[in-house]
């Protein structure tokens, strides 16, 4: 059984940095792509949460969605079974629910939308205060 467990999120100031984790267990992760998306407030869909960041487990070139790109990375130990997102530069738009998620791709430009995600873990709030 899959298992995506969400940690490290909380309160911040604008312009601080925070790094997510998300532990991974139940499965052979090497040929899937790891996931963060992530759902503001107010939005009530799991299908409108907002492509945050991608990338294949076994390695590769990370994928990110415009308005995060630059400021935030997606990494994997894959030892650890973990992946990370490190959030720099925060600001008050990037609060939200930040949720990891698996997808099977066959790319990784095909798991930048929330149907294409097959697990989820429960997710981490983030808050960004101005």
């Known amino acids: 059984q899959v298992r995506l467990v969400e940690s490290g999120g909380g309160l911040v100031q604008a312009g601080d940095s925070l790094n997510l984790s998300c532990a991974a267990s139940g499965r052979d992760f090497g040929h899937y792509f790891m996931d963060w998306f992530r759902q503001a407030p107010g939005i009530d869909r799991e299908s409108d949460r907002e492509?945050?960041?991608?990338?294949?487990?076994?390695?590769?070139?990370?994928w990110y969605g415009s308005s995060v790109k630059d400021r935030f990375t997606i990494s994997i130990d894959n030892a650890k079974n973990v992946v990370y997102l490190q959030m720099n530069s925060l600001e008050p738009g990037d609060t939200a629910v930040y949720y990891c998620?698996?997808?099977?791709?066959?790319?990784?430009?095909?798991?930048?939308?929330?149907?294409?995600?097959?697990?989820w873990g429960k997710g981490a709030l983030v808050t960004v205060s101005s």
């Open positions: 492509f945050v960041a991608a990338l294949r487990w076994s390695g590769g070139r990370p």
């Open positions: 998620a698996t997808c099977v791709g066959p790319s990784v430009s095909t798991c930048t939308r929330p149907e294409t995600m097959d697990h």
